[in-house]
C-alpha cells in the first residue's frame, strides 16, 4: 500500500493571546498562554494522516519534554514516528508566538534539532520508497538536506512534493539582511546585484540563472515604458487639455518626451553618481511628487473635459482631491529633505 512520508520540522508552539502586539521595548500582560505540538513538517503529518493516509514522519526533536510531547501527539494520530531522531544535546525546536485581538501575530522560531536534519534522516526517509509513494517537505529544515532527499525520491520513482514555507518570507527577510549588512549600509554600483545573486545562488544553484533572466527581462521591460508607454502616458494626459496635442497624436509627443527623459537621467547621474542612490531622488520627484500633482490635475481635468455622467461622484472627487494635496505636500517635503 502507498504512503506518504513527511520529512520536515518538529516544533512546540508557545502560544500568548496578547491585546496588541508588543513594540520593541515593552513588556505587555498577556491574557492566556498554552504549548501545542507543531512545525510544518508534523503539521503535514497530520493533515495526511487525518485525510486517512498511511503517514510515516521523519524529522528531529530534542530529548526534553516537549520532545516528548511532539512524538506522543504525532502517535495519538496514528503516524509511524520510529524515524524521529531524539538529538542529545540539541533542543526541540521551538516558536514563540504572540497573538493579539485582531488576529495578528508575532512569531520567533528557534529551529533548534531542526537544524540537525541530514543525511542519516534522508536515508531513513528514502530508503524503503517506492513508485506511488509521497516524499512531502517544506523549508524550516536544512536546504540542502531536502536537494538530496528530493533526488533521492525520484530515483526511487516517487512523487515529490515540496511547500517552499516558508521560503518567500525568508527571501525578503535573509536578502534585506544579506544586502543592508549589520550597519544597514545601501550597496552601491552593482553590488546589489551581486549580493542578490549570491543569495539566490546559496538557495539553489539554478536559481542564479533564473536571477539573470529575470534581471534581462526587467532591463528591456524597463527601456520597452520608457520608449513606449511613458510617451502614451503623456499624450493621454496632455491630450485631454490641449486640442493642439490632440491633433498632433502620439508619435509628436515621442521627441519630447525622449529629449526630457534623457536630460532627467544625465542630470542624476552626473549630480549624484552612484546608480542604486538615484533610485531615492527619482522615487520622490517620479513617484510622490507626480503622483500628487497628477490628482489634482485630474480633478480639473474631469470638470472641464468630461460630460457630467462621467464626472466623479462627490465623495470620489474629495478623495482625488485630498489624496492629491497629501501627496504633493509629502513629496515638497521629501524634495526639500533631499536638497537641504
Known sequence: MSGVTVLGSLNVDLLTEVPHLPRRGETVSGRSAGRLPGGKGANQAVACARAGARVRMVGACGTDEVGDLLVSALEDEGIDVRDVH????????????????????MIVLSPGANDHVGAEQVDAACSDLAPGDVLLMQLEIPVATVHLAAERARRRGATVVLNAAPIF?????????????????????????????????AVHPTFQYLYFVAVFFAFFGSLYAFWEMYSYTAYESLGAVSRKVRLAGQRAVRPYMYTYMMIASLTLVWTI????????????????????????????????????????????????????????????????????
Do not use: K
Request: contains cysteine; aromatic residues 8%; glycine residues 10%.
Open 169 to 201: 518570507a525568508m527571501m525578503f527577510m535573509i536578502n534585506g539582511a544579506s544586502l543592508l549588512s549589520e550597519e544597514r549600509l545601501v550597496p552601491s554600483d552593482d553590488q546589489t546585484l551581486t549580493h542578490q545573486a549570491g543569495f539566490l545562488t
Open 86 to 105: 531524539r538529538a542529545a544535546g540539541s533542543t526541540t525546536g521551538t516558536a514563540t508566538i504572540f497573538v493579539d485581538s485582531a488576529g495578528e501575530n
Open 273 to 340: 553618481g552612484e546608480l542604486v542612490v538615484i533610485v531615492t531622488p527619482a522615487s520622490v520627484l517620479g513617484g510622490l511628487l507626480m503622483s500628487g500633482v497628477f490628482c489634482l490635475a485630474l480633478g480639473w481635468t474631469e470638470r472641464r473635459v468630461l460630460p457630467p455622467q462621467y464626472r466623479l461622484t462627490t465623495a470620489g472627487r474629495w478623495w482625488v482631491i485630498v489624496s492629491g494635496v497629501l501627496l504633493t505636500v509629502l513629496g515638497l517635503i521629501s524634495t526639500w529633505q533631499l536638497i537641504a
